[in-house]
């Protein structure tokens, strides 16, 4: 039987309703007249979500913020209810929906565990036997005689998360608790998290942002988006199907701002008028294929002579970073444009770029002087969606911008000891020995 | 009901974990400490004493301070518990939204903080006793039977309007001030005594006397000041008639208020 059921599961939230006193005694009374009292329609934080989870499980739950995850787990720890349907959970809960919830300032750190570690629902006695070890675990042997109001924010939350971890339960609710303190602890409390799922065999919910952690922890993943579950799967699949809803995102935010950001300068002799990419049948998009072939057109109007005018059409990120640039000298016949409007076009083969969200910029500068008539960044934005390439495991997200046509190989060495596996590294690393040695061998010939 | 004190025996560490901590985090940096909770019995018991060498009331063969002292106990304690286990919940809203125990721990945290503080002040009321060279008989164990009915009459108030106070805060902000008022409604500067004399023996409102003690008795502070005088004061029985009506008010309401608190838990997290 599975240890979490969440049935047909829905939250409504009425927005505004904490309204006055008087407009509740008037809605009342409207109602009492048998009229309808005026009500706004209530905000679905959670629609029809349906899903169960077996015991030793490893459930990520991903989505934009507002998309209904801590929500869902409130109402897995008890804290709200569903509006509809119903939530089954056989086994004790401990919730990390917030580590340090309920670290009083004014007490120490002794204090601040038992308090803490009795809100969690540990028994006195098993907090006194688990005492030193979540002290270790919080590197604050030192402290733990100190008012947590003289710790530093590091510290408390530390505290706080040595103490939720040592709950014993059949499952663990963690939201977003494991972005907390330095490196060094925060590495602490990623192995802690794996000994907790992998060698305890817990049941385990798991809400982040931090997809990659998600994909390398869960057994299953859950996409939640407007309050729906839009895929649960794999954590490769789910992932990447995020990733792709994260750019289309990026990119409708760009769209509605794209006018507004980017540098843009002009000389006043020339403007443009229209951007528009087209794919390979000549429709115009701002979604295009990885690999595929396509034209952007750009519409000047031009006011007076430009003589001998230079076309420049570049990409770049979201973020401003200069991806490429092409220039139109020697490509275009020079001449003088006389004012008027014109249409440039530019055909690219094979867009080499990997799936995200890009920009185009454009500039015009006048021959010979290359003084600017017209620069402007951010000019479009598309994105580029990946078709069948898996981003997360082939290039990892966001660890590159194209993709290299290589291939892999591996082979074992045949050396003169019969020594194998390890005689083959050593030996490459004489090989690279070699090459720096023939180099500064050069250079003592120029000399 | 009976998952109520279910709750309350498994959640007992609970509770009293937070009533620790309570009363740490209140004393912890004053230099009087936990000698506040004395202070206020102390001080109105001597201005109650200054305002009675004006006007004259009787106190029976019971010194007047002690009788005043006497009253007062059981008087901050409901007061205090009722107005705090309004606010706790609220005041804990942090807790609320992250953390999932049963809600009512939360009021009857406040009123076992209150406990503690009572007990402090059964050691002065010892000493006043002492003082005036009184002892108390067999009837003193009653006492702690009285305490528990106050305990439950302080829950009807604080469990309803800790619910509703978590809805509209006008509740949280206007109890203590209607609760001071009831102070006027109880026999705490003037002992029942004399309420009893005025309806029943003189019939001062004629043939409304009888309707208008019980309306006054149902105040279950009435009886509750009244009985605790009786039996730790003058080696007397508790007062059952001046018990009674607040006693059958309180069955009615606390498991009321009680079911309200509970439906009404069901949303604190969305709406605190």
Request: a neutral charge; one cysteine or more.
């Amino acid at each position: 039987m599975a240890i979490i059921e969440v049935s047909h599961v829905t939250k409504e939230f009425r927005l505004g309703e904490l309204h006055s006193a008087k407009q509740s005694v008037f809605d009342a009374m409207a109602r009492l007249r048998g009229r309808s009292a005026r009500q706004r329609a209530p905000f679905k934080a959670l629609d029809d979500v349906d899903f169960k989870v077996e015991s030793g499980e490893v459930l990520g739950v991903i989505g934009h913020n507002g998309a209904g995850k801590s929500t869902l787990l409130k109402m897995l720890a008890g804290i709200s209810k569903p509006t509809r349907g119903s939530i089954a959970v056989r086994g004790t809960i401990a919730p990390l929906i917030e580590v340090g919830a309920g670290l009083v300032d004014d007490l120490s750190g002794r204090e601040n565990i038992y308090l803490n570690a009795s809100i969690l629902g540990l028994k006195r006695a098993a907090i006194a036997r688990k005492f030193d070890e979540i002290v270790a675990f919080a590197e604050l042997e030192e402290f733990i005689d100190t008012p947590i109001k003289r710790y530093s924010s590091g510290m408390k939350v530390k505290l706080g998360f040595a103490v939720a971890t040592s709950i014993e339960s059949e499952i663990l609710i963690v939201d977003e608790v494991l972005a907390v303190g330095d490196l060094a602890f925060q590495r602490k409390c990623f192995d802690r998290m794996e000994d907790l799922i992998k060698r305890q065999g817990r049941t385990v919910l798991l809400v982040s942002h931090n997809i990659r952690q998600v994909e390398r922890l869960c057994t299953r993943v859950l996409l939640l988006e407007h309050g729906k579950v839009i895929n649960d799967g794999a954590p490769t699949d789910t992932c990447n199907l995020f990733y792709e809803i994260s750019d289309k995102r990026i990119h409708e935010t760009k769209l509605s701002a794209a006018a507004g950001s980017g540098r843009t300068a002009t000389s006043g002799n020339a403007e443009v008028e229209s951007v528009v990419m087209f794919d390979e049948h000549g429709n115009a998009v701002n979604e295009i294929g990885y690999l595929d072939d396509v034209e952007i057109r750009v519409g000047y109007r031009v006011l007076v002579n430009l003589p001998d005018p230079i076309f420049g059409i570049g990409i770049h990120t979201t973020d401003f970073l200069y991806l490429a640039t092409s220039q139109s000298i020697g490509s275009l016949p020079t001449e003088t444009l006389l004012p008027g409007h014109y249409v440039l076009s530019y055909k690219i083969r094979r867009f080499p770029f990997l799936p995200g969200v890009y920009s185009l910029r454009l500039g015009v500068a006048l021959g010979g002087s290359f003084q600017p008539v017209l620069y402007s960044e951010n000019a479009l934005s598309f994105q580029v969606l990946g078709k069948d390439i898996n981003r997360a495991v082939q290039t990892g997200y966001r660890e590159g911008f194209v993709a290299l046509d290589g291939d892999w190989e591996l082979s074992a060495q045949d050396l003169d000891d019969a020594t194998s596996g390890p005689g083959s590294r050593r030996d490459g690393v004489a090989y690279a020995l070699d090459g720096s040695s023939s180099l500064s061998d050069k250079h003592d010939a120029r000399r | 009901m009976i998952t109520a004190i279910k709750n309350i025996i498994d959640y007992r560490e609970l509770i009293a974990v937070l009533a620790w901590k309570n009363i740490t985090v209140r004393y912890k940096q004053a230099y009087l400490g936990i000698g506040w909770a004395v202070l206020k019995p102390l001080t109105l018991m001597l201005v109650f004493t200054l305002v009675r060498s004006f006007v004259g009331i009787p106190s029976g063969n019971v010194p007047y301070p002690v009788l005043a002292f006497a009253a007062l106990m059981p008087w901050i304690f409901f007061q205090e518990s009722a107005s705090e286990g309004v606010l706790s919940v609220v005041g804990n809203a942090a807790l609320i939204r992250k953390i999932y125990f049963p809600r009512e721990i939360f009021p009857i945290t406040a009123m076992t903080t209150k406990l503690v503080e009572l007990c402090i002040n059964a050691l002065i009321l010892a000493l006043l006793m002492w003082w005036f060279g009184m002892l108390p008989n067999g009837q003193v164990f009653w006492a702690p039977v009285i305490i528990i009915y106050t305990m439950l009459a302080s829950l009807t108030i604080a469990l309803a309007g800790a619910a509703i106070n978590v809805y509209y805060r006008d509740v949280g902000a206007g109890l203590p001030t209607m609760l001071s008022l009831l102070m006027y409604a109880s026999p705490v500067i003037y002992p029942l005594e004399m309420v009893k004399n005025k309806l029943l023996v003189q019939r001062a409102a004629g043939q409304w006397s009888d309707v208008l003690y019980t309306l006054y008795t149902l105040n279950p502070l009435a009886g509750i000041i009244e009985s605790f005088q009786n039996v730790v004061l003058r080696g007397l029985p508790p007062d059952l008639t001046a018990l009674m009506p607040g006693m059958i008010l309180v069955a009615i309401a606390l498991p009321l208020s009680y079911l309200f608190f509970k439906h009404a838990e069901l949303y604190f997290a969305d709406v605190i």
